[in-house]
């Protein structure tokens, strides 16, 4: 029987990284307006809908976290707490029931799910799906019928698994960038574009990175299937925003294409070695990863009142950082919740030389006000 184009896309997810260790573990917090927060004994059993039929997952390390307040745990910290507990969990994922002494109805899910298995889209609809499973009492993931609709082989599946490393000296708790945060209303993605083709120009970068996940399915909260879809400079400088989505539109069914050629497991590797290497010898990256309006997955499609998506926030594991630390690099993320887009950057870093021109005019008012 062939293997569908589904099964394909994960396997070269798992054969891109050799191996798992604490540079590759993506860590996101959801946080919802609920009536109660729940306890761990609920998490508990509705974790044991997640794992029956699972080829990638059989366990978690579940733990709780409590705050003052929600600004207490930034985005900025989630790197160190992954760190602290990666030996724990090292070799599944870490689930965390966040809750907050100052608001008794937050309630936030946080995990540090390793990148080869899962992307930032699978998690936040993994978030999503524990939700409603929190709420319903009901499986809310699915993955038996979701492996079976898109024609995937979970027990060859499991086979591609990459082993895990403890590693604990690479579990670093610094973050090679800084994070600018900030919210908007939302816009379509021609004008989304055109404002990721600004940053771009102003950091001087030579290839953008689109960051698009090719397995948008309803039913499978589960499996990374983020594409690396590289649009060069001379694209970016002479395009429109709706030009630079058709460029990599098509670059991604060129992927496809390719990717439908590869059978045997050896060529798997082979791909997907190729794709971490090209990856990582791509100069001067801008990278962008948007995913658009969730609304219609804001953990209100079952009793609202019992818990609904206030915010989203996540950053790229370390692996994926460490492309975008140079003068001429960055990365720029974006999700849509309702009547709002969450927006997340990286500071632009600046060389020795525009800092000597800021010193300077900040040290000459008239420069300044010119």
């Not at 976290?65 to 790197?79: H, K, N």
């Not at 979701?146 to 990459?162: H, K, Q, S, V």
């Not at 996540?314 to 709002?340: F, N, Q, Y």
Request: hydrophobic share 40%.
């Amino acid at each position: 029987m062939p293997v569908s184009i589904a099964d394909k896309i994960l396997r070269l997810s798992l054969t891109t990284f050799p191996f798992i260790d604490a540079s590759q573990f993506f860590p996101a917090l959801s946080t919802y307006k609920v009536d109660r927060a729940f306890d761990l004994t609920e998490f508990e059993e509705a974790m044991t809908h997640f794992f029956r039929g699972n080829p990638l997952f059989s366990k978690c390390h579940l733990v709780e976290l409590t705050f003052d307040t929600p600004e207490d745990f930034p985005l900025s910290s989630f790197q160190e707490l992954l760190a602290e507990k990666y030996e724990s969990y090292y070799d599944s994922f870490l689930l965390a029931s966040v809750t907050y002494r100052s608001d008794p109805h937050l309630q936030g899910i946080f995990t540090c799910i390793p990148f080869p298995l899962q992307d930032g889209y699978k998690v936040f609809r993994f978030h999503q799906a524990l939700m409603k499973t929190l709420k319903t009492r009901q499986d809310g993931f699915q993955i038996a019928q979701g492996l079976a609709e898109l024609g995937i082989r979970a027990d060859e599946l499991a086979e591609f698994l990459p082993p895990a490393e403890t590693s604990p000296s690479g579990a670093s708790k610094e973050l090679p960038v800084t994070f600018a945060e900030g919210s908007a209303s939302p816009v379509k993605i021609g004008p989304f574009l055109e404002k990721m083709k600004a940053d771009f120009l102003d950091r001087d970068s030579a290839n953008m990175f689109v960051l698009k996940n090719s397995l948008y399915s309803p039913k499978l909260p589960l499996g990374n299937t983020l594409r690396f879809l590289t649009v060069p400079r001379s694209v970016i400088a002479q395009s429109t925003g709706i030009q630079i989505r058709d460029y990599y539109r098509a670059e991604e069914q060129r992927q496809i294409d390719a990717l439908s050629r590869v059978e045997r497991r050896e060529d798997f590797i082979e791909a997907g070695q190729a794709r971490i290497g090209k990856m990582i010898a791509t100069p001067d990256v801008f990278a962008v990863n948007n995913y658009g309006n969730v609304s219609a997955h804001d953990g209100s499609d079952a009793h609202a009142d019992r818990g609904t998506l206030v915010k989203y926030e996540w950053h790229m594991p370390l692996i994926v950082l460490g492309l975008t630390v140079g003068e001429r690099s960055g990365l720029s993320w974006t999700i849509t919740i309702r009547d709002k887009a969450f927006n997340f950057a990286t500071v632009r870093r600046t060389s020795p030389q525009d800092d000597i021109a800021k010193a300077a005019i900040g040290d000459n008012p008239a420069a300044s006000v010119a």
